[in-house]
């Protein structure tokens, strides 16, 4: 069977690497199959390092990105290629509608309600494509989210966080919503920023859901199904 190795950027946030575990832990117990979490930096095991390693079947990595970006183009391919695994890579878990669906649970369950201003933050990319899977992201929470809802980015490409809140703000109380699968760095930043923008909520990150699990089992069959496409992204 091929094992399932997910791989996350890294966060010095302790709660950041139990998402990460947890929900590989629970892709490979719905696949049936060895599962791992790995990460880019700060937190091990380092992918550069399992990738090194020597499979009886051809792993495959989910990684753990809500875009495309500079790891997904860069980081990973040449971590993969250097180790000589042999993995296939599947595509980023966003944009998809069942990352929109956690969304919509986490406004309600912060009390937002339907009609008002959501802004959906991300960390943000320099690469474009990361920016066009934002806007994607924002389209699919908005057919399901009955009132505005605006992209921001912490970094990178895209339109600030402050001015998306300002620019909501007519439009009634305004609710942050952070694209972010994981507490950590981002997460801390956009709530203080969010905060002292004028903000009226913001939602917890995505987290452990089951959802998601749901959807690294999806990549991996998918990538499994066309090894090809998936190692090129």
Known sequence: MNPLITVAHGTRHRGGAVVASSLTARAGRRLGVAASATFLELNRPRFAQVMGQRFEARP???????AGGVH???????????????????????????????????????????????????????????????KTAGRLLQARWPGP??????????PSLA??????????????APYLLAPGFFAER???????????LV??????EQLIAELIVRRYRWALSTPTLAATG
Request: glycine share 14%; no cysteine.
């Open 149 to 158: 809802v605006r992209v921001a980015t912490m970094s990178g490409l895209g």
């Open 60 to 66: 495959v990595v989910v990684p753990l990105l809500l």
């Open 203 to 208: 939602t917890e990150v995505l987290g452990a």
């Open 72 to 134: 997904l183009d860069g980081d990973i391919p040449e971590a993969v290629q250097e180790g000589g695994s042999g993995a296939i890579i599947a595509p980023a878990l966003g944009p998809h509608p069942l990352l929109a669906e956690v969304l919509l649970r986490r406004l309600l369950g912060s009390g937002a309600r339907p009609g008002e201003p959501v802004v959906l933050a991300a960390a943000g990319s320099s690469r474009p494509a990361g920016l066009v899977d934002l």
């Open 163 to 176: 001015a998306q809140i300002e620019a909501s703000k007519p439009a009634g109380r305004v609710t942050v």
């Open 190 to 200: 956009i709530t203080q920023l969010a905060t002292y923008s004028g903000a009226d």
